[in-house]
């Protein structure tokens, strides 16, 4: 009879063989498969670098007609270029007493400057 063994760590010669030979060709396997990703994923990417260009070559006429027509639509105004808006070129808000409610400073307004005693 085959010898019997309970120690897992102890294999017989032909389980380490049978073992030695699962392990290399999974190796085996494992390489191919990578190898194999490595040439989908570079495919892939070169497919997205293609239609990106297509997808710029399509929109490159669409783009250049628009600048065209908000040049001409500029001319037709007599605009040379566009006005840049800037915070010196908006004039400040001007308070307008009738529209704010708010109180004058010796018109009896209670506030932090006054001195009041509240009792409890």
Not at 89 to 101: G, L
Request: hydrophobic share 35%; no cysteine; net charge negative.
């Amino acid at each position: 009879p085959p010898a019997l063994y309970f120690l897992p760590a102890i294999l017989t010669p032909a389980q380490k063989k049978f073992l030695d030979a699962q392990q290399d060709t999974v190796k085996e396997i494992l390489v191919e498969e990578q190898k194999e990703w490595e040439e989908t994923k570079k495919a892939g990417l070169e497919e997205v670098k293609t239609l990106r260009r297509q997808a710029e070559d399509t929109l490159a006429p669409v783009k250049k007609n628009e600048e065209e027509i908000k040049k001409r639509d500029q001319e037709a105004r007599g605009e040379d270029e566009p006005e840049l808006v800037t915070v010196a070129s908006v004039p400040a808000a001007q308070a307008v007493d009738e529209e704010m409610d708010v109180e004058q400073e010796g018109s009896g307004a209670r506030g932090m400057d006054t001195e009041e005693r509240i009792e409890y």
